[in-house]
């Protein structure tokens, strides 16, 4: 099993910065991508960004390209989401997630509110 826990969240006036942080643990070995979703109240659980564990390839939804950014720390099994310019519509709770084969582990989430 792979645990994931999330830090940082927290509230951030409407255009402000915050950043995400996702440390992983357990086993491991073959993850594949790391990444972020986020569920607003009421709403399913978007996708909005991921990094591959092999090239640091990245992928955002269009809804956070240019604002948001993933980095990753191979060494300490941790990756980032930088947000710059949230808006109040980021407001959500975001979950990191590692996918390894077929497997997905997912954290507990961490809530992100931005203020008008």
């Known amino acids: 099993q792979v645990q994931l826990v999330e830090s940082g969240g927290g509230l951030v006036e409407a255009g402000g910065s915050l950043k995400l942080s996702c440390a992983a643990s357990?086993?491991?070995?073959?993850?594949?991508?790391m990444g972020w979703f986020r569920q607003a109240p009421g709403k399913e659980r978007d996708f909005v960004g991921v990094i591959s564990w092999s090239d640091s390839t990245t992928y955002y939804s269009d809804s956070v390209k240019g604002r948001f950014s993933i980095s990753k720390d191979s060494a300490k099994m941790m990756i980032d989401l930088r947000m710059n310019n949230l808006k109040p519509e980021d407001t959500a709770v975001y979950f990191c997630h590692a996918g390894r084969n077929d497997e997905s582990f997912w954290g507990q989430g961490t809530q992100v509110t931005v203020s008008p």
């Open positions: 357990g086993r491991t070995v073959g993850i594949q991508d």
